[in-house]
């Protein structure tokens, strides 16, 4: 009887142990090769146990992933190589990383459409305090952008994976998410010579390639008139862009 007892008690503590594991975001993470580039930031800028005290599933939380390949598109080769450099990836990278840290939520996220609901004035919050501005569902999905006016800084939500009750991975694709702010700082750091340059200002409408399409898309008159975007067209220009 008591050896019974134990052996139930065994295969209960193997099965929360496996749950857990299995409801681990950075697991999750880990076991996709899509993430790479990801799960080795986290590791080099110390942000895993935050990550995972984050994510354990107390309140609602979003991990809001970009692929290694949407990642090397939006930064250009050299510029991912750039901030995951160890003189950079605890200045710049850490920043993207936490951007896409999505909480706390006023309820659990199961679908693309649940962001928009649980979204405020159409704003997600990030670990990094700059917010994320979730776009209306179109028959394109659902749209999250880095910057409220510039269209380049937008990527259309693709997938979305349940972790535990509380907590989900959202993964994107067709663009790349940045705050306007970090993309600068990016490029001041890993192409100088772009954001110094006194040329004139290239029109930075953003490439049919990688943008998601939009019904409120800003016209190219708008993402003219943003402050930063003659830096961003140089720095495009840089990353070959340009068609």
Known sequence: MARSAFLVMV??????????SAADLFGTLQSDQ???????ALVDTQEVD????RSNG?????FIAQTDEDLEVGLGSDGLA???RPEHVKDHMVQ???FMEVGPLSRPVKTAADLQAVAVDNKLPTINGMPIFVEPATTSG??????AVQEQFSATVAEVKQINANVALVVLSNGFLVPAQVDEQITMACFPSAASSSSPAVPVAASSKHAPKS?????SNAAESAPSSSQSARRKMLRGFWL
């Open 11 to 20: 295969v209960l503590v193997a099965s929360v142990f496996a749950t857990a």
């Open 215 to 219: 019904k409120n898309a800003p016209s």
């Open 82 to 84: 750039c901030i995951t």
């Open 50 to 53: 935050a990550l995972r005290d």
């Open 58 to 62: 107390s309140v609602p939380f979003v």
């Open 96 to 98: 993207i990383l936490r």
């Open 142 to 147: 659902v749209i999250l952008r880095g910057d």
């Open 34 to 40: 899509r993430f790479k580039v990801v799960v080795k």
